[in-house]
């Protein structure tokens, strides 16, 4: 079975500032990737996702991650950090049958004024 | 846009009393996952279906909980009887898998249960 692992349950950034969330995951064959945002009272969002291809994913709202397999990461980075970037983050693996989604704990962002 | 539609947003009921929770897939999806998720145990698997056929309930207590599709458009989840300890925000997500590949999934808004 595979895992996730994000470091840190809780970033605090300023405003303007870099965000780096960070994932790592186990898996011997490279799976797909997401990075998901939840919102408060709503459902988890796809921020971006890696299936094949270029290494460094660009998705919504700014955000980026890179897929280095030889560190088995998918890092989530956005250069200036908004308010409105105050959120929880999932990072998500999945088999490439589909069949099984692997989220990690998730990370809260707080972005400081 | 398409997307995933959970009914009760909501549901507030006293221990014992059977919830029923709905989801509505994205059309042409034919993966479903429920999860739940709790401030202490984060999002667990509870069950999900390919083309309307379970794959894995094994994230599901048996003696209380039940998944089912009745058709493509339908998911439901209930719990008969409800405890105090199922309170949590109860998630559908559907995606798409062809061959080899599978899409993204889509997550609902999630019902809120809270079982007194």
């Known amino acids: 079975a595979q895992s996730v692992t994000q470091l840190g349950s809780h970033v605090s950034v300023s405003e303007g500032a870099l965000v780096l969330l960070r994932c790592n995951y186990s898996?011997?064959?490279?799976?797909?990737l997401f990075w998901y945002v939840q919102y408060p009272n709503q459902g988890l969002q796809l921020l971006l996702k890696y299936t094949t291809g270029a290494t460094l994913v660009k998705g919504i709202n700014g955000f980026e991650a890179e897929f280095k397999k030889s560190e088995t990461s998918f890092h989530l980075t956005k250069p200036s950090a908004h308010m409105s970037d105050a959120a929880e983050y999932f990072c998500?693996?999945?088999?490439?049958?589909?069949?099984?989604?692997?989220f990690g704990t998730g990370t809260s962002l707080t972005v400081i004024p | 846009d398409a997307r995933v539609t959970q009914t009760p947003r909501h549901k507030v009921t006293e221990m014992g009393q059977e919830v029923t929770m709905r989801c509505q897939p994205i059309l042409g999806h034919n993966t479903v996952f429920w999860y739940r998720q709790t401030m202490m145990q984060g999002l667990e698997l509870l069950a999900y279906?390919?083309?309307?056929?379970?794959?894995?309930d094994s994230g599901m207590p048996k003696d209380r909980f039940s998944a089912e599709m009745p058709d493509a458009t339908l998911a439901t989840l209930k719990i008969q009887p409800s405890e105090p300890r199922d309170s949590a925000v109860y998630f559908c997500?559907?995606?798409?898998?062809?061959?080899?590949?599978?899409?993204?999934?889509?997550f609902g808004n999630g019902t809120r249960l809270t079982v007194t």
């Open positions: 279906f390919r083309n309307r056929a379970p794959l894995d």
């Open positions: 997500a559907s995606g798409l898998v062809v061959g080899a590949g599978s899409s993204p999934l889509h």
């Open positions: 898996s011997s064959v490279p799976p797909y």
């Open positions: 998500a693996v999945s088999d490439l049958t589909g069949n099984q989604f692997y």
